[in-house]
C-alpha cells in the first residue's frame, strides 16, 4: 500500500499523524507529510484510517 497527502488541499488539522504516527508526520509548518512509503503492513489500517478523518481528503490511499 502506498499513501500521499495533496500539498494543495492540506489544511494541517493534524489528523494523518495524529491517527498514524508511524506513516505521517508534521512539516515545519504543521501540515501533514509522509513518513513510510510504502506503508508497513502493520500500518495499513491506521494509514486508512488517517485517510477517512482527513476533513479535506488530502490523503490518498493506494492498495
Known sequence: MRVSIDPQRCQGHGRCYSVAPEVF??????FGSVLADP?????EDRARLAARNCPEDAVAVEG
Open 39 to 43: 506503508v508497513p503492513p502493520a500500518e
Open 25 to 30: 508526520a508534521a512539516d515545519d509548518d504543521g
